[in-house]
Structure formats: C-alpha cells, structure tokens
C-alpha cells in the first residue's frame, strides 16, 4: 500500500506529465497554423525551419514517452534537451527574457524525472 507521500509524489508527477504533454502539443498546434510571415519573422530572428520543426519532433516524441515506463526517462531527458535547445537559441538571438521563460519547463521535466514514473503499471498475470 502505498504512503500518502508516495501518493502525493504519484499525483504531482502525474499532473506535471498532463501539463507537459498539453503546452507540447499547444506549441506544435501554434506552429503549424503559423502565417507565413510569423514563419519568416521566426526564422530571422531566431533560427531557420527545420531547427523548429526538429525540436518540434522532439517535443512530440517526449510527449509520447511520457506515457510508457520504459520511456519516461529518456523521454523527459529529451524534453530538457528541447527546452534548453529554445532557450538557448532564444538567448542567441537577444531575447533574454523569452528565454528565462523556458526554464520553469526545463525544472519541470527535471522535476518529473525526480518524482518517478506517475502511472500505476499492470501486474503480469
């Protein structure tokens, strides 16, 4: 049986995967109904298409991970890495700022790799 702690860790972890997996697919969703000129702004400032589109990738295949056991792990690894790789480039280009606002996701998918897999796991029969 499990502890209150042990539920309350299960319980946070879990909502930071929902909130995780749901401002992922917002960013994917908010890219690809991007007008062409946001499209070339974007690619002026910060960094060209296919840099967006790869970490775009990496954020949808985090996304899918998080729901297995097996790839909780690498998968918030690979959410670290994108997170960090925006705000990295967002710092390149000037915005400081912008970039300060990665880190609270980087702290989160940091922070879920902490608490552990949330999911109760099916039992082999």
Same mark, same amino acid.
């Given at each position: #049986?499990?502890?209150? #702690?042990? &539920? !309350?860790?299960? @319980?946070?972890? *879990?909502? %930071?995967?929902?909130?995780?997996?749901?401002?992922?697919? &917002?960013?994917? @969703?908010?890219?690809?109904?991007?007008?062409?000129?946001?499209?070339?702004?974007?690619?002026?400032?910060?960094?060209?298409?296919?840099?967006?589109?790869?970490?775009?990738?990496?954020?949808?295949?985090?996304?899918? *991970?998080?729901?297995?056991?097996?790839?909780?792990?690498? !998968?918030? %690894?690979?959410?670290?890495?994108?997170?960090?790789?925006?705000? *990295?480039?967002?710092?390149?280009?000037?915005?400081?700022?912008?970039?300060?606002?990665?880190?609270?996701?980087?702290?989160?998918?940091? #922070? #879920?790799?902490?608490?552990?897999?949330?999911?109760?796991?099916? &039992?082999?029969?």
């Amino acid at each position: #049986m499990l502890s209150i #702690m042990d &539920k !309350a860790r299960k @319980w946070l972890c *879990g909502a %930071l995967v929902v909130f995780t997996i749901a401002i992922n697919f &917002k960013h994917v @969703w908010d890219v690809l109904t991007l007008s062409p000129e946001m499209r070339r702004q974007i690619e002026i400032s910060f960094f060209s298409e296919t840099v967006l589109v790869t970490i775009l990738i990496g954020g949808v295949l985090a996304s899918c *991970g998080f729901l297995f056991r097996r790839t909780f792990k690498p !998968a918030c %690894l690979l959410q670290v890495i994108c997170v960090l790789a925006v705000g *990295g480039l967002q710092l390149r280009a000037g915005h400081v700022s912008a970039a300060l606002l990665e880190l609270p996701f980087a702290l989160a998918a940091g #922070m #879920m790799i902490y608490l552990g897999y949330p999911f109760p796991h099916t &039992k082999k029969i």
